[in-house]
Every structure is written in structure tokens, then in C-alpha cells.
């Protein structure tokens, strides 16, 4: 977000204290990575080869364009409104804004603006209020992050800890001996390195000699995980893990977990998050590998939507279901990758597989790939309708609460199924299945329709091979399941 141009006040009131420029409203989950000085170089370099220099002057007149266009594009603030509706959208930035420094340049923002709002709407009191905000969340800002970083230089033990801690104090930089703080860390950090060498060496040589069979003679379980977890104490995680491999002594199996754990961390750090994933999966339940995957998961889907991999991401999502942001990015994606679709097409819908039916300019039909066996149509034999049946009831309770979010389910229409009745997931009935029965194939299985039979305690159902079954079956057996239906609305 700009400055706003001033200069057409005419009297304006006494300048608050400079704070840093804002340039957005809520960061993004994952910060964008720095470009380096190198990095700028080479990058004009590749272009340079790769391009006309007539073709790199005129991307570098382009972006001179664009950026006056966006600093003509500026608002121009004259009346009380203009400078009052400026602060509450200041304000609106500070309640999402990260980290707390950028928070605090809101508040100081919005002070600024009501400031200069005169009298309206008590403008002169919240440009009090938010201006002490500003100082208040800057002071417990800085509080909070020192003590924060205290506790991870005491608690670092390895070279990651200490590589962490560092970074936490850098990110204060000039608060009491934060400072300092984070050189006495960088110089741990160069002692760990220094100190890991020679045991690097010897670990290296080791390595060797077991894995091309020198020492097989004395490679019982014992001399394995020893020599296993020499090697992992000092980084050579994967020769660790070839040598635990097979091995049952002691807590083999919680130190192969702590190596795979360690190796997700590497790769995670590297960007490599689909090998982190797999390490991080490989060691389920030790320590937060769980949510350590889902985030390696986000971040590969992340990936996929700029690439326009919908299908991918979607799988991603579903297995990074709790993370924060999935659930958004999840619900976008699906609609954006629904667009494009046509019927016969599968993707991945909450957490089941779905094939389309059916699509008009702002609705879709979609049918479970799956089969829903949790309960029979009705548990009893007795004269049932659709309605009253254990099948409707299940689809629209435990059904649609556990595979679904409230997004995805917000989107799916009220459809009438019967006389007077409606549900936003339902069975096909017979005519619906006749309609759309060279779309979806066959299933090689026997699920039902919601429609019942003359015959009491009977509903129709579809056979392996694609049949409509017309004379039903009875309603309680659990040999015939269901398959879930739902229209959506793309409006």
C-alpha cells in the first residue's frame, strides 16, 4: 500500500514520527526469497544472451512505464472522509499484519490519517489511541521476541538450534545486546563446524569401510547402531539410516525415526519439500513430523497452482488437511480447476474423488468414484421411503461433517429429492442414472439408487456390470452401498 499524496492540504497538522513503508496488507504464508546481488547479476547476464539488447531495453523502459503508471494511480486525499476512510483501512492492515514491526507501522499509519481527519467521527481521539498502539505493540513486540530468543539459545543443542537462534536475534536487531546475542551464536555455530571436521573425516572413512564390507566380520547389530549413531551426530544421516537398516537393538527404532526426522529437516531447509515429506512420513508420530509433512505438502501445492497443476495440488491439500491456509487454498483451487472440467473428467473434492456429471454455466453434478459403506440404505426391512431412510441421514450428517469443510459444503445446492424433501448430498435416483450412465461408466459393484420398490423394504440399484436393477433389494443388506451425489453452484 502507497503513501498517500498530501500535498493538496492545507494545513497540515504536525508530522508524526517516520515509520517504514508498507507494501501489503497480509504477508503471504510463505515469505518471498531474497535476491542477492549475484543473483541480479547473473539474472541480466541470462538476458542479455538470451535476448536482444534492444529486447532488454525495452522490458527495462516497460517496467519504468508501469511504475509511473502505479505512482500516478496514487489516491489523493483532500477531505476528512478521504483521510478517515485512508486510517480504517490502515487499521484493517494492522489486524493481519506480520511480524510485529510492520503491525506496529499500521497503527502508526492510521494515527496519521485520523490525524489529519479534523473532527470527524472522533478522528483526533483514535489518532491518540492508535498512535499509543504503535508504541505498545512495538515495546511487547520486541519483549516478546528477545525472550523468545533467550529461550532458544538456551535450549540449542545442535548446529540447527544454534543456526535458529542466531536468525531470531538478527531479526532484532539494535534491541538491548541482540546483537551480541547473535554473534556469541554464529560463533557457536563456527565452533560446532570446526569441532564436526576431523569427526566428519573419521565418519566419512567409517562409512566406507562398512558399506564395502571391510569390517563385515564385526557388523553385528550392536557395532551397526553404534557406528550409526556416530555417523548421524555428525550430519551423514543417510549412511545412518543404510546402516540401521535391519537392525533390532535397543531403540533402533526411535534413533531411525530421529535420523529420518533430521534428514526431513535438511531437505526441508533446502527447499526440497517433496523428499522432506517422504523423510517426515517415514517417521510418523515422532516428534511434529505430522505437521512437518502437511506443511512440505502445502508448500508442494503452493507450487502446483502457479504451475496450473490443479489435479496435483489438490492431492497435496488433501494431505496437508490441517494446516493453516489448506483449507482456503483447497476451496479455491477445486473451484478454478472445476471451471475447466468437462463431464466424464474425475478430481479430488474434500477428501473423496468424484467424477463430473454435469456441468452448466453455474452448476455442476458430481458423483463419488467411491463407494460409502458405513451404513445400509436402512437398517430395517420395514416400508421406507428416500426420506426417512438411514442412507439420507448419514450422506447429509457424519457423510458431509467428516469430508468436507464448510467452504466446500457452503457450495453444494439444496436439491429436491423427493416429494417436499430436499439435501445437498443425495443417491442418483433411476432416472438420473439413466441420463448420465455413459458418463460415469460402469463401477464393477452394486450400489444403490434412492429410489424404493413396489415391493416393501426394497430399493433399486445398479449392477457390476452398469444394470439397472429394477426389482430392488432388500434395504438392510450391506452388500450394496452407496455412492454420494451433490450439485454445486459456480455462480
Known amino acids: 500500500m502507497a503513501e498517500p499524496n498530501t500535498t493538496q492540504q492545507a494545513a497540515a497538522p504536525p508530522k508524526a514520527p517516520p515509520v517504514p513503508e508498507v507494501d501489503i496488507i497480509c504477508l503471504p504464508s510463505r515469505p518471498a526469497k531474497k535476491k542477492s546481488r549475484e543473483d541480479v547479476t547473473y539474472a541480466k547476464r541470462i538476458a542479455s544472451r538470451y535476448l536482444s539488447l534492444k529486447a532488454v531495453e525495452q522490458i527495462a523502459s516497460k517496467k519504468r512505464e508501469n511504475a509511473r503508471k502505479k505512482a500516478s494511480a496514487k489516491p489523493k486525499l483532500e477531505s476528512p472522509e478521504d483521510f478517515f476512510d485512508q486510517g480504517t483501512k490502515y487499521l484493517a492492515g494492522a489486524r493481519c499484519a506480520v511480524p510485529f514491526q ?174 522432506a515429506a517422504s523423510h517426515f512420513a517415514k517417521c510418523e508420530g515422532y516428534a511434529d513430523s505430522d505437521m512437518l509433512a502437511q506443511e512440505c505438502h502445502y508448500y508442494l501445492a503452493e507450487t502446483a497452482v502457479e504451475s496450473g497443476d490443479y489435479e496435483s495440488a489438490l492431492n497435496h491439500l488433501l494431505k496437508a488437511w490441517d494446516w493453516e491456509g489448506s483449507e482456503e487454498l483447497r476451496y479455491q483451487t477445486e473451484v478454478t480447476y472445476l471451471a475447466q472440467l468437462e463431464p466424464g473428467d474425475r478430481m479430488t473434492y474434500g477428501k473423496d474423488e468424484y467424477i463430473l456429471l454435469d456441468k452448466t454455466e453455474d452448476h455442476a453434478l458430481l458423483l463419488s468414484s467411491k463407494l460409502y459403506n458405513e451404513a445400509p440404505f436402512n437398517a430395517s426391512t420395514e416400508d421406507v421411503s428416500w426420506a426417512d431412510s438411514d442412507m439420507r441421514a448419514a450422506l447429509n450428517g457424519e457423510y458431509a461433517s467428516s469430508r468436507f469443510s464448510q467452504a466446500e459444503r457452503d457450495l453444494m445446492e439444496e436439491t429436491e429429492t423427493g416429494d417436499g424433501v430436499t439435501d445437498q448430498i443425495f443417491l442418483l435416483s433411476a432416472e438420473e442414472y439413466l441420463t448420465y450412465q455413459e458418463v460415469m461408466g460402469s463401477k464393477d459393484a452394486l450400489w444403490w439408487l434412492r429410489d424404493v420398490n413396489e415391493a416393501a423394504g426394497t430399493a433399486l440399484f445398479v449392477s457390476c456390470d452398469g444394470t439397472l436393477m429394477t426389482e430392488g433389494y432388500s434395504v438392510n443388506t450391506t452388500s450394496i452401498q452407496g455412492r454420494a451425489a451433490f450439485w454445486l453452484s459456480l455462480s
Open 102 to 275: 510492520e503491525q506496529a507501522a499500521y497503527y502508526q499509519k492510521a494515527a496519521e490519517m485520523f490525524a489529519r481527519a479534523g473532527d470527524l467521527h472522533d478522528a483526533s481521539h483514535l489518532a491518540e489511541q492508535y498512535a499509543a498502539q504503535a508504541k505498545t505493540t512495538l515495546a511487547e513486540g520486541y519483549r516478546d521476541a528477545y525472550q523468545a530468543a533467550l529461550d532458544k539459545k538456551k535450549h540449542a543443542i545442535t548446529e540447527n538450534d544454534w543456526f535458529t537462534a542466531a536468525r531470531a536475534f538478527e531479526r532484532i536487531s539494535g534491541y538491548e545486546d541482540a546483537d551480541q546475542q547473535a554473534e556469541e551464536c554464529e560463533n557457536r555455530l563456527k565452533k560446532i563446524h570446526a569441532a564436526r571436521r576431523p569427526l566428519t573425516i573419521a565418519a566419512i572413512v567409517l562409512a566406507v569401510l562398512v558399506i564395502f564390507g571391510v569390517v563385515q566380520g564385526v557388523q553385528t547389530d550392536a557395532f551397526r547402531y553404534q557406528a550409526a549413531k556416530a555417523l548421524s551426530s555428525v550430519g551423514l544421516e543417510s549412511t545412518a539410516s543404510y546402516l540401521l537398516s535391519g537392525v533390532e537393538y535397543r531403540d533402533s527404532d526411535e534413533l531411525m525415526n530421529q535420523i529420518r526426522y533430521e534428514q526431513g529437516l535438511e531437505k526441508m531447509e533446502k527447499g526440497s519439500y517433496s523428499s
